[in-house]
């Protein structure tokens, strides 16, 4: 079953010793399929990528994906201990990047929340560690 939710997306980046914070409140759909939570949105000028949907699913605290299609598109593979190599999109053209999580923190269920935290590279060159702290709220 498809919820409307509200979320409110707080994305943390380090990078040369400079912390760069964004936040964003959005309207989204919430479902749980096949043992995932899937938050879908659409993106607007305030995230740099208007035309796009991102998808974010969820496995348990274990691994997660955040898909982005439209104007720019994206894949980002999530998995706690691994290294991944991703596609990422965007406005000035697509890079590969290599993506190393570090932290996944699935409490949706409890108190609403999730939390992910990861490394990423540029070949083999380290870029930024990253965070994204996520409230889903009913909308009533």
């Known amino acids: 079953m498809k919820n409307n939710v509200l979320i409110s997306l707080t994305s943390i980046q380090w990078q040369d010793g400079e ?7 959005t309207k989204a759909a919430f479902t749980h399929e096949n043992g995932l939570d899937i938050i879908t949105y659409e993106d607007t000028s ?6 796009s949907v991102t998808t974010i699913k969820i496995d348990g ?3 997660a ?7 720019n598109n ?26 190393y999580t570090h932290a996944i923190r699935n409490t949706l269920k409890r108190d609403g929340k999730v939390y ?4 990423l590279d540029l070949n083999s060159s380290y ?5 994204i702290i996520m409230t889903v709220q009913s909308q009533n």
Do not use: W
């Not at 912390?19 to 409140?25: A, D, N, W």
């Not at 994906?65 to 104007?71: E, H």
């Not at 593979?77 to 993506?99: A, D, M, W």
């Open 61 to 63: 605290s274990s691994s």
């Open 116 to 119: 992910m935290k990861y490394t």
């Open 19 to 25: 912390k760069s914070e964004t936040e964003l409140l």
């Open 127 to 131: 870029l930024s560690d990253n965070e």
């Open 74 to 99: 994206s894949v980002l593979s999530l998995e706690i201990g691994r290294k991944h190599f991703c596609q990422y999109g965007t406005p000035y053209g697509n890079l590969q990047i290599g993506v």
């Open 65 to 71: 994906s955040i898909v982005r299609a439209g104007t």
């Open 46 to 51: 305030a995230t740099g990528f208007e035309g």
